[in-house]
Structure formats: C-alpha cells, structure tokens
C-alpha cells in the first residue's frame, strides 16, 4: 500500500516535520537564500519547500533518507556549474546535497544567482 503524504499547510509546518540535521540543513540554505536574493519568498509547491522570484521557481528543496534534493529547476545550470559539483550526485536538473554539508555559501549564491539571471 502506498502512503500519501499530506501536503503541509507552510514552509515552517514541513521544516517542523523533520528531524533536527534535516531542518537545521534546509533552514540555513533557504534562509541563505531569502537574505541573498531581495525578492524572492518561499512557498509549498508539490509538497516541498520552494524559494521563489515572483511567479518563477528559484529553488526546490526535500528532504530524502540521507539527504536534500537540490533542484534549482534547470538543466543548463546542472551542466555549467559540473566542474564544481563533482562531490556531488547529480541528475538532469538537481543534486543531492549531504547531511552534515557545510553551507557553500559560494555555491549556493552562483547557482541561484545563475536561476535567477534565466527567470528575469
């Protein structure tokens, strides 16, 4: 039988659902993000956390096993930004990023910068 999962009410009810590593991680990419990029707000899309620039997608984030997915909804990014994410696993438009990942401050601002600069 498979479980539905509900779709959370907010961005805070599903960071509440998680356990400590997976909220603690999520929280300071998607605070990142927000204090980073004046604008941009986060929602519930598809029952996940997503920071968004106007009516554009900018981020999604979900919380997996042993992981985050990243998906900054983008092939192009994926493959401009593959010298820097060899340490990373990643599809055709996301990757995972590990528990215990030291925030890349870096990273995180070149991608979204890169998502943002395709969305405006």
Excluded: C, N
């Amino acid at each position: 039988m498979v479980m539905v999962r509900p779709t959370p009410q907010s961005v805070d009810a599903y960071l509440a659902s998680l356990d400590a590593p997976h909220r603690e991680l999520m929280s300071a990419i998607l605070d990142f993000a927000l204090a980073e990029f004046p604008g941009t707000t986060t929602t519930i899309a598809w029952k996940k956390p997503h920071v968004k620039l106007g009516s554009d997608y900018v981020l999604g984030l979900e919380a997996l096993t042993h992981h985050l997915f990243f998906h900054p909804f983008s092939e192009k990014i994926i493959t401009d930004f593959a010298p820097r994410l060899t340490d990373y696993k990643t599809g055709k438009r996301s990757l995972q990023i590990p528990l215990g990942w030291e925030l890349d401050t870096e990273l995180l601002r070149d991608i979204l910068s890169a998502r943002i600069a395709e969305v405006s």
